[in-house]
C-alpha cells in the first residue's frame, strides 16, 4: 500500500513538475518571471510545511530562516566575492547553524510560549539588520547584479538573472524540495514526525525522544527556507529587509494552509493561488487586502483542511 | 521484576501516590482494583514517567525507571496500553504498529508474534486507525504495546467501552501473555475478567496500597472487593 502510495505519489507530482517545465516555453514573459518567484516561495513554503504541516508546530519567525539564508548568500556575494556555488552553501550552512541554535533555545518552550518565541526571534533578526545597516544597507537593501558571476554553460555565458536560467534553477529547487518531502514523509521519520504532530505525550509514551525530532524538524525546516532564501537572492539579484519582516514570516503560513498543510504538493498551490490572486485584484483595487481576505475566507469553508488536504481527504487517499 | 518501592507521586500541589509498595514478576499478572481516585492509573503514569515520583523508586531488574526520562523507559522494555487507546489515527494500523517495532529495532517476527494474537488486524493494517471500531483500536494500542517486545506490559482498563465478546478477546490476549512471560499489571473495572487473569490483587483506595489478595482468596472471602471497589457479587 505504502508503495503504491509513494508510486502514485511521485507520478503525480512528475505530473506537476512536467507542466511546470513545459509552460516555460508556452508563458508570456510576465506569467515567466511570476511562476519562477512562485517556484521559489513555493520552495519556501514546502520547507515551512515540515514544522507546520507535519510536526504540528507554528512558527511566527520563519523570516528569519529565509533572509538569513539571503542574507548570507548576498553579503558573501559581497564581501567576499563568493561565487553562486559558494554564496548557496554559504547561506545553507549560516541557516543550518542559525536554525540549530535557534532550535535550542526555542524547543524548550511549547504552544503559544513557542510562538512567541518564535516571533521574537524572528523580529530580533530583523530589528538587527537594520541595526547593522551600513554593514546590512539596512532598509535599502542591495542589489547583487554588479557582483554576481555568471553561470558557464557549454562555454556560453548567462546571467543567473536571466529568466530561463531564473525559471529553471527555481524549478530544479522546487523538485528537489518535493522529492526530499517526499521521501521524508514515507520514511520511518516521517511517521514519526506525525505522530508528534497528532499527539507529542503519547509519541514520548511510546519511548521517541521528540524534542531531537522536534529539532530535526526544526533544523530541516530552517535549513532548506535558508536555501530558498540564498536561491532568492542569486535569482533575483536583489537583498533586502522585506523579506525579513513579519508579513514574510506569515505569508508561507497562509500558503501552507490554503494549499493542505501535511500535504507535500498543498503549498506549492497554496502559494501559487495566494501570488496570482493578490496579483490580479491589487491590479483591480487598492483594498485588495480585503477581497483576498474574504477570498481565503471561503476558501477555507470550501476546504477546510486546504486545498490538498480536503482532495486527500475525499479522493486522493495515497496523497502524502 | 517490576518494584515499586514506597513511591509518592503528584500532579503540581496535589500529593495523590502516598507510599505506595509493590512487585510484579515476569509472566505475572498483578490486577489493580479500587475506585475510581483511588490512584491506580496515577501509579501507571508514575512508572511511565509521565507523573513526577518525588519519593521512593520505581526500578525493573538493575534500572531504576524512576531516575529515567519518559521516552527512555519503553526502551528498557515497559509497555503501556492507555486508557482510551490512544492510537494516531491519522496513521494506518500497519504504520501504528512500525512505530511501536522501531523503538526497539524489533524484527518482523516481533510484528508477526504481536498480529497473530489479533489475527484480525492482518486483514486491517492498510486502513487508518481513527476509522477502526472501538475494539479494533484496542487491539491495535495493545499489539503496538507488544510490538517495543516489553517485558511488562502496564494495561489501563482495556475493557473499557467494549462490546462483551471484545472485552472476552481482550482477557484471552492477557493471558497468553502470561504463558509468553510477559509480566502485566493490570488496570481494570471489569472485575470477574480482572480475577479470572490475575495471579494476585493488590487494593488501591485515596492513593493508598491498602491490601493484597489473590482471586482465590478472594472467592472464599470477598469483603475486599466490597469495601474497596463496591462489588458484592462473589468472585466466579
Known amino acids: 500500500m505504502r508503495k503504491k502510495s509513494l508510486i502514485y505519489s511521485l507520478l503525480f507530482q512528475g505530473g506537476i513538475l512536467l507542466l511546470l517545465f513545459i509552460l516555460q516555453f508556452i508563458l508570456p514573459t510576465y506569467h515567466h518571471s511570476s511562476v519562477s518567484k512562485i517556484m521559489v516561495l513555493a520552495s519556501y513554503a514546502v520547507a515551512y510545511n515540515f514544522l507546520l504541516g507535519y510536526t504540528g508546530l507554528m512558527s511566527l519567525g520563519h523570516a528569519m530562516f529565509f533572509a538569513a539564508g539571503m542574507y548570507a548568500a548576498g553579503l558573501g556575494i559581497y564581501y567576499l566575492e563568493l561565487s553562486a556555488l559558494g554564496a548557496l552553501l554559504f547561506g545553507a550552512a549560516f541557516t543550518l547553524v542559525i536554525s540549530l541554535l535557534f532550535g535550542l533555545f526555542a524547543l524548550r518552550t511549547s504552544g503559544v510560549s513557542f510562538l512567541i518565541v518564535t516571533l521574537m526571534f524572528g523580529q530580533t533578526f530583523y530589528l538587527s539588520i537594520l541595526y547593522f545597516n551600513e554593514f546590512t544597507f539596512g532598509q535599502d537593501g542591495f542589489s547583487l547584479a554588479k557582483h554576481l558571476g555568471k553561470l558557464v554553460i557549454f562555454n556560453k555565458e548567462y546571467l543567473y538573472s536571466n529568466p530561463d536560467v531564473r525559471y529553471n534553477f527555481a524549478l530544479i529547487l522546487l523538485t528537489a524540495y518535493l522529492l526530499i518531502s517526499t521521501l521524508i514523509m514515507f520514511s520511518p521519520v516521517g511517521r514519526i514526525l506525525i505522530a508528534i504532530r497528532e499527539n507529542e505525550s503519547r509519541t514520548q509514551l511510546l519511548g521517541y525522544n521528540v524534542y531531537y525530532y522536534k529539532l530535526f524538524a526544526l533544523v530541516l525546516s530552517g535549513t532548506f527556507s535558508g536555501i530558498a532564501g540564498a536561491m532568492h537572492a542569486l535569482l533575483f539579484t536583489y537583498v533586502g529587509t522585506t523579506f525579513a519582516e513579519i508579513h514574510h514570516s506569515i505569508s508561507p503560513i497562509l500558503w501552507t494552509l490554503l494549499g493542505g498543510a501535511g500535504t507535500v504538493i498543498g503549498p506549492l498551490f497554496g502559494t501559487g493561488i495566494m501570488y496570482y490572486l493578490v496579483d490580479i485584484i491589487s491590479g483591480i483595487t487598492s483594498n485588495y487586502q480585503l477581497v483576498v481576505g474574504a477570498v481565503l475566507i471561503l476558501m477555507i469553508i470550501w476546504f477546510p483542511m486546504g486545498i490538498m488536504g480536503t482532495l486527500r481527504q475525499k479522493w486522493m487517499k495515497w496523497l502524502p | 521484576m517490576l518494584k515499586i518501592d514506597k513511591i509518592s507521586s503528584r500532579y503540581a500541589q496535589v ?15 498483578l490486577g489493580l482494583l479500587g475506585r475510581n481516585g483511588a490512584g491506580k492509573s496515577t501509579l501507571l503514569k508514575s512508572i511511565m514517567g509521565l507523573v513526577e515520583v518525588n519519593a521512593g523508586s520505581i526500578s525493573m531488574d538493575d ?10 523507559i519503553p526502551k528498557n522494555g515497559i509497555g503501556y496500553v ?23 529495532d524489533s524484527s518482523k517476527d516481533v510484528l508477526e508474534w504481536a498480529l497473530s494474537l489479533f489475527p484480525v488486524l492482518k ?10 471500531s472501538g475494539g479494533e483500536q484496542q487491539m491495535v494500542a495493545t499489539a503496538r504495546a507488544l510490538c517495543i517486545q516489553p517485558k511488562f506490559l502496564l494495561m489501563d482498563e482495556p475493557s473499557e467501552g467494549l462490546m462483551p465478546s471484545m472485552i472476552e478477546t481482550i482477557f484471552e490476549t492477557i493471558e497468553k ?10 488496570v481494570e473495572q471489569k472485575i470477574e475478567g480482572t480475577l479470572r487473569v490475575s495471579d494476585r ?15 482465590q482468596a478472594l472467592a472464599e472471602n470477598p469483603e475486599p472487593l466490597a469495601k474497596y471497589v463496591g462489588v458484592k457479587a462473589h468472585a466466579s
Open chain 2, 82 to 104: 492507555p486508557q482510551g487507546r490512544r492510537l494516531f489515527s491519522e496513521l494506518t494500523v500497519e504504520e501504528n504498529l512500525k512505530m511501536g517495532l522501531l523503538v526497539r
Open chain 2, 15 to 29: 500529593q495523590v501516590l502516598k507510599d505506595v509498595s509493590l512487585e510484579v514478576r515476569e509472566g505475572e499478572v
Open chain 2, 123 to 132: 486483514t486491517r493494517m492498510s486502513q487508518k486507525s481513527g476509522t477502526l
Open chain 2, 177 to 186: 501473555l502470561k504463558n509468553e512471560n510477559v509480566g502485566v499489571l493490570l
Open chain 2, 201 to 215: 490483587i493488590v487494593f488501591m483506595e485515596n492513593g493508598f496500597m491498602r491490601e493484597e489478595s489473590d482471586p
Open chain 2, 63 to 72: 534500572v531504576i525507571l524512576s531516575e529515567l526520562q519518559a521516552h527512555q
